[in-house]
């Protein structure tokens, strides 16, 4: 083989090496084109989950406020109702109270209705001896009337008739426009046992409150029964 061979030899295998050292560099070079859009690919998916979850969590975030701030109006305009709701309720019971005054206004009347309560009142305490606290402007009426009521306690009970000591301290007098936060007293008698321990409150001021808490959840029905439906 002469130097002409020799150096077409050569020439065919720095060819031949080339041509695999191309085609091995494509290979690698298409090789990690595809590595990188993979994972581009997949970097992309994970930001764009990362975004979903985000937009997730913020949406549930506003649904949250959306109720709490719902619950809130809702709370607030339950309790402006059962305001409302008190303050007609009060509005009647102011007006109970007021009406009051005008049954110790009436002397006859309220004469008979002092000794009713006397006579309930030594009924509730089944007492030998008592003592009855009323009103200073009631004194002379509770006066003329407390031996009657004895009497009548006397034959319902069937008992000795009771001693009755008209107190000398008074119930407080009854309310005016210009103090209405002092103690004040509608009318009506309080009567305790002689130790103080057992009370019996027969004022009409307290009869009132006592009817009005028996009451209240049927005047509440009566008023407010439709707003519910």
Partial sequence: MND?????????????IRQEAEEKANEISVSAEEEFQIEKLQLV???????RQEYERKTKQVEVRKKIEYSMQLNASRIKVLQAQDDVVSGMKESASKALLK??????NYK??????????????KEPSVLLRCREMDVSVV????EDAKREYTEKAK????????????????????????ASCSGGVVLASEDGKIVCENTLDARLDVVFRQKLPEIRKQLFSKMGA
């Fill in 4 to 16: 002409t061979d020799v150096s077409k030899q050569i020439q065919q295998m720095v060819r031949f």
């Fill in 45 to 51: 998916e994970a930001e764009k989950k990362k975004v």
């Fill in 103 to 108: 049954i110790s206004g009436d002397k006859n």
């Fill in 112 to 125: 008979k209705l002092l000794k009713g309560l006397i006579v309930q009142s030594l009924v509730r305490l």
């Fill in 143 to 146: 006066k003329s009337v407390v």
């Fill in 159 to 182: 008992v000795r008739t009771p001693n009755v000591t008209i107190d000398n301290v008074h119930l407080p007098p009854p309310p005016t426009h210009s103090d209405r936060h002092r």
